[in-house]
C-alpha cells in the first residue's frame, strides 16, 4: 500500500527538529563546556575528600579540541599521610557517540612524568583509605545481584578504558613497606593501531620487562605476553615480603571470545606459562620447575553462580585433564570440584610432574596406562551429605624401575631414622638384626586388634585409602572451622615414616598419596609385612620406637606377653606418644580419664569377637606401669592426656594454618604442662563439670562412627 506524501512531509519535519534542537543543545553544551568541566572537577575534589579524606588539587584543566581534555600537575595526598600520587601531563579524549549514549569510551590517553607512591611503615600507611568503610543504610536492600550482569558491566567497563591510542611515558609505581622497596618505572607504554608495547624498569635497570601483544575492545578480544630482557621474570618482593620464590620465563593470556547466552555469561580464554619456578617451604622443601603449563577456559556466569566448565582443559607438557569448579551463592553456599582425565600413558604423566615436587619418585620408569577421575560437592548447609570420590584407575600398570627412592625396601631389613624438630634422632635397624624387633607373629593378638580397631579397622581390606573416613573429615573439620579429625590409614602413616621426611608441605602428603597407591595397587608388599614394620618403627613414647621397645619399657615384656588392658592403653597412645607417662598415676595404675577409652575399644573388639566380655572395663584396673618408672611419674595434678581429646595445637588453628602456619611441636611444652597443672588445681563449677562429661559423650560417639564406619 502507497503512503500518502503528506506522511513524508511530517517525518522529515520532525527530523529536522529533532537535528535543530541536538544542534542548538550542542551549540550551548559547547559554549558552556569549561564551565561544566569546571563543576565536575570541583564536584570530584569533594567526593575525595569527604569520602576517602583525599587533598586532590589540579593546576589546570581545559578542553583541548571538541573531545579532549588536558590536565597538568595533578596531586593527591591523603590527610596526615605521604604524598600518594602526582602526574605532571594527562590528557584524555572521549568517544563522541558513546556519550551520546550514555557509555564513556576512551579515544586516547597521554600521560608523562608521573608517579604512584604506596608507603606502609609498621601499621601506618597511605593507601588504608581503600579499605576504609563507607556508610550504609541502615535498612539493607532487598535486591539480589545477579553475577551474569555484574560480570558483563565489570568487563564491559574494563574494555571502555582500553584507548585506541595511549602514549605513557615515564610512569613509575614504588611500593615500600618498612625496609622492603620496588620500584617499576614504565619508560614507554603504546598503544597504536591495537597494538600494544611497553618497556617497565624493575627497580632502576636491575630487571627489564616488557608487555606486547594485541588488544580489540570492540570485539572484546585481546592477547598480551609478558616477558624479561635476557632473564627470568622475578619478584622479589614476594620473597621478602611472604617467602615465597617465584619466577619465570614468559607468561601469556589471551581473551577469545565473550557472548550472552539467555541468563549466562561466558569468556572463553587462555592463561600460559612457561618455566614457572615455585618455592615455598610450605609448599616443597625445594625448587618447583613447571617447563609448561596452560589452561583453556570457558568461564561461565549465571545469576547466582560462577564456573569454569568441563569444556576447559589444563594442558600440563603432554597431558591434558578437564577440570570443572563451581561456586553457588545462596542461602547455603555450594562448591563443586570435578577432573577427569582421558587413559594416559603411565611414563607421560610421570614425566608431567613439576620437577621437584615429588622428589621420590624422581626417575622412576613404569609402563602402563592411568586415568583419573575426582569428585567432590560441598552443600554448606548439609556438610554431613559431602561427595568425596577420587579415583585412579590402572590398565597392565607396572614399575620397572624406582626413583631417587627405593620404595621396595619395605620388604627386607632396612634402617629407620626418627626426626625432631628436623634432627635426626638415632639410626634404627627394622629387621632381624635389631634384638628389639619383633616379627608379627611374636606380637600379643590383644595388641594387634587394639590398635587395627583405634587407628584403621579395614587395614586388611582397604586399598590404602578409606573414601568413608576422608568424605566424615571434611564434614567434620568445616563444621568445627578447624583440623579437628585427619582420615590417615594406617598405609599412609607407614609411607610417611618410612619414604619421607617429616616436614608438613602440601607436596609431600600429594607424594604420600602416590606412594600408598603404587604400594597398594602394585602388590609391592604384603598387608602382613605391612603391618610389621609398622608397628616396629612407630613412636611409643619419648625415643621409644618399635613395639618390643615399648613393651619393655612401660611393662618390661616380651610383645608377645602383653594383655588386654596393656594393649588398649599402647593403641591408645599411638596419636600423641610422648604425652604416655601422663596417663598414670604414682602407684602405676592407670588415670580414670583413660576408662571411656578402654570401653570404647574394648567394646567394638568384643562385638567383633576379638576379646571376651570384661566386668572390670577390658583390663583397666590391672595395667601397672613397671615399678622402676614410677618415681619419674609427674605431679598428679599435671596434664592427663586421654587420646579421646583432640591435641590442643591441632584443633586450635585453621586447616590452612596446619598447611601454611603454625608448627606442630614434637614434644610436650614445659610451659603447657605448667599451665596444665595451675589451671587444674582451680575448682571447676557443676556447669563446667557438665560440659565437660557431654564433650566427652560426643568424641565417644565421633570414635565409635569412626571405627563403625570403616
Known amino acids: 500500500m502507497q503512503r500518502p506524501e503528506k506522511y513524508y512531509k511530517i517525518g522529515g519535519i520532525i527530523l529536522a527538529s529533532l537535528l535543530l534542537i541536538i544542534l542548538i543543545g550542542g551549540s550551548i553544551a559547547y559554549t558552556k563546556r569549561e564551565a561544566l568541566l569546571k563543576v565536575a572537577i570541583e564536584k570530584a575534589i569533594r567526593k575525595a575528600k569527604n569520602d576517602y579524606n583525599l587533598n586532590v588539587k589540579i593546576k589546570t584543566a581545559r578542553f583541548a579540541g571538541l573531545k579532549t581534555i588536558d590536565f597538568e600537575e595533578i596531586s593527591i595526598v591523603p590527610e596526615n599521610r605521604d604524598s600518594l600520587a602526582f602526574i605532571k601531563n594527562f590528557k584524555v579524549g572521549i568517544k563522541l557517540f558513546p556519550l551520546i549514549l550514555g557509555d564513556i569510551k576512551l579515544a586516547e590517553v597521554s600521560m608523562t612524568d608521573s608517579w604512584i607512591s604506596l608507603r606502609k611503615k609498621d601499621s601506618i600507611s597511605n593507601y588504608d583509605f581503600l579499605f576504609r568503610k563507607k556508610g550504609v543504610d541502615s535498612v539493607k536492600s532487598s535486591h539480589k545481584v545477579n553475577l551474569a550482569e555484574l560480570a558483563n558491566n565489570l568487563l564491559n567497563q574494563m574494555l571502555y578504558k582500553i584507548p585506541d591510542d595511549m602514549d605513557i611515558r615515564n610512569f613509575e609505581i614504588r611500593l615500600q613497606e618498612n625496609a622492603n622497596k620496588i620500584t617499576l618505572n614504565t619508560s614507554s607504554a603504546t598503544i597504536d593501531n591495537g597494538q600494544v608495547k611497553s618497556t617497565i624498569l624493575i627497580n632502576g635497570k636491575e630487571s627489564v620487562w616488557h608487555v606486547q601483544g594485541s588488544v580489540d575492545p570492540g570485539d572484546k578480544q585481546l592477547d598480551l605476553m609478558l616477558f624479561a630482557d635476557g632473564k627470568k621474570v622475578e619478584l622479589p618482593y614476594l620473597e621478602k615480603k611472604l617467602g615465597l620464590k617465584l619466577n619465570f620465563d614468559t607468561i601469556s593470556t589471551q581473551m577469545k571470545r565473550v557472548q550472552r547466552d539467555g541468563d549466562e555469561f561466558k569468556i572463553s580464554g587462555s592463561w600460559a606459562v612457561k618455566n614457572l619456578l615455585v618455592n615455598h617451604p610450605r609448599i616443597a622443601s625445594n625448587d618447583i620447575v613447571v617447563p609448561s603449563g596452560s589452561i583453556d577456559a570457558d568461564m561461565v556466569f549465571g545469576e547466582n553462580y560462577v564456573s569454569i566448565d568441563s569444556t576447559s582443559t589444563i594442558h600440563l607438557q603432554n597431558i591434558e585433564a578437564n577440570p570443572f569448579i563451581k561456586y553457588t551463592l545462596g542461602a547455603n553456599k555450594i562448591y563443586e570440584l570435578k577432573l577427569r582425565t582421558k587413559e594416559l600413558d603411565a611414563q607421560q604423566l610421570f614425566d608431567a610432574f613439576p620437577h621437584g615436587l615429588f622428589e621420590s619418585l624422581d626417575g622412576m620408569k613404569v609402563t602402563g596406562k592411568l586415568q583419573y577421575d575426582l569428585n567432590f560437592r560441598l552443600d554448606t548447609k548439609y556438610p554431613d551429605q559431602v561427595v568425596f570420590d577420587s579415583r585412579l584407575r590402572k590398565n597392565n600398570f607396572k614399575v620397572v624401575n624406582w626413583g631417587a627412592t627405593n620404595l621396595g625396601k619395605i620388604n627386607s631389613s632396612f634402617v629407620y631414622t626418627p626426626y625432631e624438630y628436623g634432627k635426626p634422632m638415632r639410626n634404627i635397624t627394622i629387621g632381624p638384626q635389631n634384638p628389639d624387633y619383633t616379627p608379627i607373629n611374636q606380637i600379643s593378638p590383644y595388641l594387634r586388634n587394639a590398635l587395627l580397631t583405634a587407628e584403621d579397622p579395614s ?46 608441605t602440601i607436596a609431600r602428603k600429594i607424594e604420600e598419596i602416590l606412594i600408598v597407591w603404587i604400594i597398594e595397587n602394585t602388590n609391592l608388599s604384603s598387608k602382613q609385612r605391612m603391618f610389621e614394620v609398622y608397628l616396629n618403627l612407630i613412636e611409643w613414647g619419648k625415643n621409644v620406637y618399635g613395639i618390643g621397645e615399648a613393651s619393655r619399657h612401660y611393662f618390661n615384656k616380651h610383645p608377645s606377653q602383653l594383655d588386654l588392658g596393656e594393649s588398649i592403653f599402647l593403641a591408645s597412645i599411638v596419636p600423641k606418644p610422648k604425652s604416655g607417662m601422663y596417663y598414670f598415676q604414682g602407684d602405676g595404675t592407670l588415670k580414670t580419664g583413660l576408662r571411656g577409652y578402654f570401653r ?111
Open 459 to 504: 587395614f586388611y581390606s582397604h586399598n590404602g585409602f578409606v573414601e568413608e573416613s576422608i568424605r566424615k573429615s571434611i564434614a567434620t573439620n568445616f563444621k568445627e572451622k578447624a583440623f579437628k579429625r585427619g582420615g590417615s590409614t594406617i598405609s599412609m602413616q607407614l609411607v610417611k615414616n618410612v619414604y619421607l621426611n617429616r616436614q608438613k
Open 600 to 710: 570404647l575399644i574394648g567394646g567394638i573388639m568384643q562385638r567383633r569377637g576379638l576379646a571376651q566380655p570384661d566386668s572390670n572395663v577390658y583390663g583397666f584396673y590391672g595395667v601397672r606401669l613397671r615399678e622402676s618408672l614410677r618415681t619419674q611419674m609427674p605431679p598428679a595434678d599435671s596434664l592427663l592426656a586421654d587420646s579421646l581429646y583432640e591435641d590442643e595445637e591441632e584443633s586450635s588453628v585453621s586447616i590452612l594454618q596446619q598447611i601454611f602456619g603454625k608448627r606442630k611441636p614434637d614434644t610436650i611444652n614445659v610451659n603447657d604442662i605448667g599451665k596444665s597443672k595451675s589451671s587444674a588445681t582451680k575448682e571447676k563449677t557443676p556447669a563446667e563439670l557438665r560440659q565437660e562429661r557431654r564433650e566427652q559423650r560426643r568424641r565417644e560417639k565421633e570414635a565409635r562412627q569412626k571405627s563403625g564406619g570403616n
